[in-house]
């Protein structure tokens, strides 16, 4: 079968597609309930704060190490073995109300989920034709998508109906099913081609371990991603507070507007990748995203702000799929680790980073002004991208 034709959809792929999907759903049933269960503990603000955020941390230190662990275990053992870290992490928060026990075990959570991330996606990406690794990661994202919409509402149910116990236990034993199901991947020869060798066999071993903590060869990407994380950093931030400034209500609608339309987006970019390349996903995606900011930050109504809601959505959708799917790309399948633990962690830093900067802005200045500061940095965002993609278009010349 020629690599046009074959077809995403394989055994191993719709297992990493489930997998992946279910294990965000169990992360994001603590996003609205941890810092609920720290404030019982007795936590303060910056506590909470700081218990929260320590998980990203923590999962920025480790991915970098994540290529030299393949020197005692293959792909799909140290991905399962780092979702049963998330497993116990996550039952053991409900075992303490100290705050200290607390602190650690979410800084094991971290390392499991950040060990997780990366390996799932190259992984997903080992096992795609590469004609279609755009389509096949736009698809891949879609089921972290929904996820992450779902996870939040049953985390809040779950702990309505049977109390923060409940909720851990719940959460930790759907992260487990995530694991289980990656005991039925295969380990036949990937799709990508025969002469390939199978990247879930552990790679020659380099000499010692080491801890790379950028690849050049995506710094492109990389970089496109920073500036991204720190537009999604100042929308899923400050959005609600700057609705509620602006007395417009039901914010809700923006998220599910943004989140429906990004879902229909990736599955058009990707093919729109596959055939022509990054370039004519990234140019309108960015276009739109500059607009879309743009009618954030004048919107008086929920008309307004749900029109833009449908431009961001159209140019945050298809932004993560495909720079993801670039940098799987650029770099030989012994070099993704250390690929996707640079874009990662890029991405987390621009999030994380830029809601910290983007709030001191707001606070001396005011959240219209904050977003049409978002606005002119998707504008460099547009001009990186323009730049970036003629640069790699020549080197590959």
Same mark, same amino acid.
């Given at each position: 079968m020629s690599e046009t034709n074959k077809t995403i959809w394989t055994k191993n792929f719709i297992i990493l597609f489930t997998s992946n999907a279910i294990l965000w759903m169990a992360f994001e049933m603590l996003t609205p309930t941890l810092p609920l269960y720290l404030e019982k503990c007795g936590a303060s603000p910056f506590q909470i704060g700081l218990i929260i955020g320590i998980l990203t941390l923590s999962a920025m230190i480790i991915r970098p190490f994540t290529s030299s662990m393949l020197l005692f275990l293959n792909k799909q053992y140290i991905l399962f073995i780092s979702i049963l870290v998330c497993v116990l992490a996550t039952g053991s928060y409900l075992l303490t109300t100290s705050l200290l026990l607390l602190f650690f075990f979410r800084v094991v959570h971290g390392l499991g989920f950040g060990i997780a991330t990366v390996y799932y996606a190259t992984l997903t @990406?080992?096992? *795609?034709?590469?004609?279609?690794? %755009?389509?096949?990661?736009?698809?891949?994202?879609?089921?972290?998508?929904?996820?992450?919409?779902v996870g939040p509402i049953l985390g809040v149910a779950m702990l309505n109906k049977y109390d923060?116990?409940?909720?851990?236990?719940?959460?930790?034993?759907?992260?487990?099913? @995530?694991?289980? *199901?990656?005991?039925?991947?295969? %380990?036949?020869?990937l799709p990508n081609s025969e002469e390939k060798k199978s990247s879930s066999e552990p790679k020659a071993p380099p000499k010692k371990i080491t801890f790379k903590l950028l690849e050049k060869r995506v710094l492109s990407q990389s970089l496109l991603m920073l500036l991204n994380g720190i537009i999604i950093g100042g929308v899923i931030s400050f959005i609600a507070l700057y609705a509620n400034e602006r007395g417009i209500t039901n914010i809700a609608w923006f998220f599910f507007i943004s989140a429906l339309i990004g879902v229909v987006i990736r599955v058009l970019s990707g093919k729109i990748y596959d055939k022509k390349g990054p370039f004519y996903v990234l140019l309108p995606a960015g276009l739109c995203l500059m607009v879309g900011l743009i009618l954030i930050s004048f919107s008086t109504s929920e008309l307004q702000i749900n029109l833009a809601a449908l431009f961001y959505g159209i140019g945050i959708g298809p932004l993560f799929s495909v720079l993801l799917a670039w940098t799987m790309t650029t770099v030989d399948n012994e070099s993704r680790e250390d690929a996707m633990s640079s874009f990662l962690n890029f991405f987390d830093f621009g999030v994380g980073g830029g809601a910290i900067f983007l709030g001191v802005i707001a606070q001396v200045s005011s959240y219209q002004f904050m977003y049409l500061l978002l606005a002119v940095i998707a504008g460099a965002n547009l001009l990186a991208t323009l730049f970036l993609t003629r640069v790699k278009k020549n080197q590959a010349a």
């Open positions: @990406a080992d096992n *795609l034709p590469d004609s279609h690794l %755009g389509e096949g990661m736009g698809y891949f994202g879609i089921g972290e998508s929904v996820c992450l919409s923060f116990s409940g909720m851990f236990f719940s959460s930790a034993l759907i992260s487990l099913f @995530a694991g289980l *199901l990656l005991l039925r991947l295969t %380990g036949r020869s």
